[in-house]
Nanobody, 121 residues
Framework: QVQLVESGGGLVQAGGSLRLSCAAS????????MAWYRQAPGNQRALVAG???????NYADSVKGRFVISRDNAKNTVYLQMNSLEPEDAAVYYC???????????????WGQGTQVTVSS
């Protein structure tokens, strides 16, 4: 069993910054892709940023130049540094990770419980 626990959400003024963290724990042999998604009320969950085990990253157009994703493979943790936050960034942010529990198993995707980000104008 694998658990993902997010932290770092909260209330921030427009133009401010927040750093989200997501730590994976449990039975983990390896982690491939790790990503952050967000979901605002009435919207579908959408990819914000993702990063491979080798450090290659991708971003949604709306956050390019403002958000930075990074990971610490030794800690099985992914981060999302969010700068120049806008009211449109307000959402519940979820982390996801493709985890292989055993050397011989396939990768399964696990999700965190979500952390709220609120941006006041």
């Amino acid at each position: 069993q694998v658990q993902l626990v997010e932290s770092g959400g909260g209330l921030v003024q427009a133009g401010g910054s927040l750093r989200l963290s997501c730590a994976a724990s449990g039975r983990i042999f390896s982690i491939n892709y790790m990503a952050w998604y967000r979901q605002a009320p009435g919207n579908q969950r959408a990819l914000v940023a993702g990063i491979t085990g080798g450090g290659s990253s991708n971003y949604a157009d709306s956050v390019k130049g403002r958000f930075v994703i990074s990971r610490d493979n030794a800690k099985n943790t992914v981060y999302l540094q969010m700068n120049s936050l806008e009211p449109e960034d307000a959402a519940v942010y979820y982390c996801a990770a493709d985890v292989r529990e055993y050397a011989y198993s396939a990768y399964d995707t696990y999700w965190g419980q979500g952390t709220q980000v609120t941006v006041s104008s």
